[in-house]
């Protein structure tokens, strides 16, 4: 729908057995699997995969991962070159492979490749850090920056990607960490959980990602929307076990992703199609 307070994604989910994807329709609905996706005590929602799951055509690593799509339900190609396109959220990693502990925790994609990934890398666990990896349009070249030199598990942040006129923008809690080209069309976004690893680098493993209740948003011209950015994330943001969150200032009317799940239901065959997309 076109009504303030809503979002529009399909979920996708690499199991060992195949990838899935689950429509729009089924969120809304109330689908929920334990523990790819589904509601924590409290409202958040854990998006969780291992590391032997399913990739999508052209990726080499597993995800439980919502892509954007239009206000009718198709999926959206925005063109970056012309109006304002953002999407935030506020989330935190609880669970990364100990031999590589990289997510990816909100992309904007291209018609070809991602444009921009914010991810969470390391060596190891004791050395997290949050990069921002991003391919000029018409270029092979990937450039990375480290945009936080620390990171923890289950540390709360507050990244937002902007796009305006051909110009992108990272935010990250609230502070301007990146600026880069995104002069191109066929973009969309995705988030949070699309990890970096594999059962070749990263052996049995999973990640783990969980997202505070209602701070999942994402718009573009013409949508209706009260939108305004978060200004403030929760109480341990920190970082460590046990930060306990206090939910953010959202504006009432903001988009929101629909998570109210209500009940567990396990994957059909129709649920079941590989992606055309690539990554």
Known sequence: ????????????????????????????????????????????????????????KGSHYPRSELRELDQQGNLIAWDGRKGTHWMDLIVRATHLPAKRPWCCLLQIHGPDSDLTRLQIEGKDLDSLK????????????????????????????????????????????????????????????????????????????????????????????????????????????GGGPGSTPVPPSVPPKAQRVIMVIRHAEKPTDADSHVLSETG
Not at 26 to 38: A, I, K, Q
């Open 1 to 56: 729908g076109s009504k303030p307070g809503q979002n529009h994604f399909k979920l996708g989910i690499s199991r060992v057995q195949a990838y899935y994807e689950y429509s729009q329709a089924r969120l809304v609905e109330g689908f929920s699997t334990e523990p790819y996706f589904y509601e924590l005590p409290g409202g958040n929602v854990q998006f969780r995969t291992g590391t032997g799951g399913v990739p999508t």
């Open 130 to 237: 949050l990069v921002c990896r991003n391919t000029p349009p018409g270029s092979d070249e990937e450039i990375t920056q480290v945009v936080k030199t620390e990171y923890h598990l289950n540390e709360w942040i507050y990244p937002r990607y902007e796009v305006i006129d051909g110009k992108g923008t990272l935010w990250l809690n609230g502070l301007k960490v990146r600026e880069f080209p995104a002069n191109l069309s066929g973009l969309y976004f995705k988030a949070p959980c699309y990890c970096q690893a594999n059962l070749s680098n990263g052996g049995v493993d999973y990640a783990s990602v969980e997202v505070l209740a209602h701070s999942l948003r994402h718009g573009h011209p013409g949508w209706a929307s009260n939108e305004a950015r978060v200004t403030s994330i929760p109480v341990g943001a």
